[in-house]
């Protein structure tokens, strides 16, 4: 797997395609490798690749059947793993996102759902947060098992910026619009945005969504009811937005500026935005690209709740974790299971919080006090243990051949391109199957 | 087999290689993108025949119709900003001083540098907020380059005029330098000027190299994609998108590998169609060669 070559992006669409075509025909959803005693585990590669391998290790010191661990470069992982899960190369166990990452794999029958395995072992899901562990169910059925952080979204503040223009973090709505107001007059960026990502743009839509329609609606969408984008909460989430916008919340370059080449923290933390909304990586972005700030002036809080809304003020939005699946052909589905019971030790937890995520596991209050940031990851933790829903990112929760018309929609919709009645059609144009 | 034949002429063996990789690497490729234009194929499992459906899609699809759009305009404007400057610059940088040798290994240093690296580094010189436009706001206003449609195409275009413009002056440069030196003499004796002297000789003579130069900006032009990837992501909205960019976002983005299949081989055919088109009304075809003895 890993001598074969990693097609550059940037080559002629024809022979990666070829390739793939290749690698299809040859594959019959055999087992992954002539060895019978190890099984093949695939993550995404990142710097949280040494808690993987630490549990691999930890894991082989005990077990008969090895675990392997293989890891591809982040930004290729998705196409990676596509084009290999039904080829002889497949793993056995996979990183995902849960929700619409894994949909394609389950409809395709290449899954293996776990609740058996979790009849003979409660603990596989028992010990996770029931927010998190719900994201990898497709059709009632669990196909995984939380295996990294959670990354709730939150509010951002510089605290001095407000301190100085005599605002408070909001609570609500009407005290977000008063804060831009206020802002507004002191010459700062309400609200930072990188909208040049989308992805960014598109958490507003989440968290608002959410707050005056209730988690119901998007559930709806996703099942195919393409009529609630055309209710009346669904209008009146996008006028509020509109509102905001119109009020200059977001100045008018937004979408020339980008969360992911530092651009819109260095907004925040330089005192010429007060908000930014993003998932809690935030912290660790501002902690590497400007530690003073992080440590003494970021502030964060929930979004805002919206009066008469439909939606509890402590519904979270956000990647609510990673997840390992199993490959149905697997041979190794009991070692497996060993396996995945290390996603809740507490050498799992600690290690994870050691590089600076927040596992998902009832026993990670225990081991909070011990870390380098308490108070953040308490705070975090604690939203994420008491949201009454926590809804995956939209992008993800989809089938992956929406998030471009997601992107599209969220981004015209914000530069005026779209109104509601354009935005309404384009999210009833995604396809949930 | 590799032996010469009787006329003297190198064997057809010779050409074994040649034939050999071209077809492994472009021919069966191009029979496979076209046969997957005909399914439906998420990656998983095999692809499923779907009869016409991507191509009858792609045809109604609005993105399509503007990528292509867009693909035009954007090599259209790349041909018009660039041949002017890469005529001037190469033409400049053929004359005999020695500053020139140098000034002109300065200007290649763009074409060195791979398109990915010269999109990130305007990417950043051009960010709103801690870029050039935040110290020039008399010129830019807001900054909001990327994030409009007219900043966006002005960007893209002003970063591929950056990055390739040294290439064509480069053809420039050596075809002005194998003009006859005599044809300048008689117009200095005649008493033609400087810029009259460009025009009647400098300009005609470099004709073959026009076209040249053209046709690879044509064909770089319809399949531009790095810079795209990096600065805008298609964006904004799809004001961006052009045609090999959504082949990407299709096959690899939205992994529906049939309909960008049929994306793709409708960018081989327009291409291929627009250099022929190019080299007809060029008369490229019917040129004879201006060497003795050809």
């Not at chain 1, 809304?309 to 990673?322: F, H, I, M, S, Y």
Request: hydrophobic content about 45%.
């Amino acid at each position: 797997m890993k001598t074969r070559a990693r097609f550059h992006r940037a080559v002629a669409g024809g022979a990666a395609l070829v390739l793939g075509l290749g690698l299809a025909a040859c594959g019959g959803g055999g087992s992954s490798s002539g060895d019978s005693d190890e099984f093949h585990v695939l993550v995404y590669g990142d710097a949280g690749n040494r808690v993987e391998k630490r549990l691999v290790a930890t894991f082989n010191k005990t077990s008969e059947v090895k675990a392997v661990l293989d890891t591809v470069p982040g930004a290729d992982y998705q196409q990676k793993l596509q084009t290999v899960i039904n080829t002889p190369q497949a793993p056995d166990v996979f990183f995902n996102w849960g929700g619409g990452s894994i949909q394609p794999f389950v409809e395709a029958d290449l899954l293996l759902p776990l609740d058996d395995m979790m009849k003979k072992e409660p603990g596989l899901k028992s010990n996770f947060l029931p927010s998190v562990f719900e994201t990898a169910q497709v059709d009632g059925k669990s196909y995984g098992i939380p295996m990294r952080g959670t990354q709730p979204v939150l509010l951002f503040n510089n605290k001095k910026v407000l301190a100085d223009a005599g605002v408070e973090a909001p609570r609500t709505w009407d005290e977000l619009l008063a804060a831009v107001k206020t802002l507004k007059g002191k010459d700062v960026t309400p609200i930072a945005l990188g909208g040049g990502d989308k992805w960014t743009t598109m958490m507003w839509f989440e968290y608002l969504y959410d707050r005056v329609a209730g988690p119901e609606l998007f559930k709806k969408a996703l099942a195919g009811e393409k009529d609630v984008w055309d209710g009346a909460d669904s209008r009146k989430a996008l006028d509020m937005l509109r509102e905001l916008i119109d009020a200059g919340a977001f100045g008018s370059n937004y979408d020339s500026v980008k969360f992911t080449d530092g651009s819109s923290p260095a907004l925040l933390a330089s005192g010429k935005a007060a908000f930014e909304l993003m998932g809690s990586w935030a912290y660790s972005t501002q902690r590497e690209a400007d530690p003073d700030f992080a440590r003494n002036d970021l502030g964060y809080s929930n979004f805002p709740a919206v009066e008469g809304g439909k939606g509890d003020a402590a519904n979270l939005v956000g990647n609510t974790n990673n997840f390992y699946s199993v490959r149905k052909s697997t041979e190794h589905a009991d070692a497996i299971a060993e396996f995945l019971k290390l996603m809740y030790s507490d050498e799992f937890v600690e290690e994870q919080l050691a590089i600076g995520n927040l596992p998902t596991t009832t026993n990670t209050d225990k081991f909070l006090d011990a870390a380098d940031n308490p108070e953040y990851l308490k705070y975090q933790y604690d939203l994420v243990d008491k949201a009454p829903a926590f809804q995956l990112s939209w992008d993800q929760a989809y089938p992956p051949k929406n998030m471009t018309p997601i992107y599209v929609a969220v981004q015209q919709f914000f530069n005026g391109q779209l109104d509601p009645d354009g935005f309404i059609k384009a999210m009833q144009a995604l396809t949930t199957v | 087999m590799a032996s010469p034949s009787k006329d003297g002429r190198p064997g057809i063996g010779w050409a074994l290689p040649a034939v050999v990789f071209f077809a492994l690497f472009a021919v069966v490729p191009l029979v496979l993108v076209a046969v997957l234009s005909f399914t439906t194929w998420s990656g998983l499992g095999s692809p499923e025949f779907a009869g016409f459906d991507n191509w009858v899609t792609l045809f109604h699809d609005p993105v399509m119709i503007k990528s292509l759009w867009l693909s035009v305009l954007l090599t259209a404007l790349g041909v018009v900003v660039q041949t002017p400057l890469s005529i001037l610059l190469g033409v400049w940088a053929a004359g005999p001083q020695r500053n020139r040798a140098v000034l002109s290994a300065v200007f290649f240093v763009p074409l060195l540098l791979s398109a990915t690296a010269v999109s990130v580094l305007w990417r950043a010189l051009l960010e709103p907020n801690f870029g050039i436009p935040s110290q020039a706001t008399w010129l830019f206003g807001d900054g909001n380059l990327l994030g409009d449609r007219t900043g966006a195409i002005a960007v893209l275009v002003l970063v591929s005029t950056w990055q390739f413009t040294p290439l064509h002056a480069l053809i420039y440069q050596g075809a002005a330098r194998a003009i006859p030196a005599v044809l300048y003499q008689a117009a200095e004796i005649d008493g033609a000027g400087r810029v009259r002297q460009f025009f009647h000789i400098t300009l005609p003579q470099l004709r073959n190299a026009i076209i040249t130069s053209v046709i690879l900006m044509v064909v770089g032009g319809l399949t531009t994609f790095d810079t795209v990837l990096i600065l805008t992501q298609g964006g904004p909205g799809t004001d961006t998108t052009i045609t090999a960019y959504y082949m990407y976002q299709k096959a690899f983005k939205g992994f529906e590998f049939g309909a960008g299949a049929a994306i793709a081989l409708l960018l081989v055919v327009v291409a291929t169609a627009v250099s022929l088109v190019v080299v007809r009304v060029s008369g490229y075809d019917k040129m004879a060669g201006t060497k003795e003895g050809m």
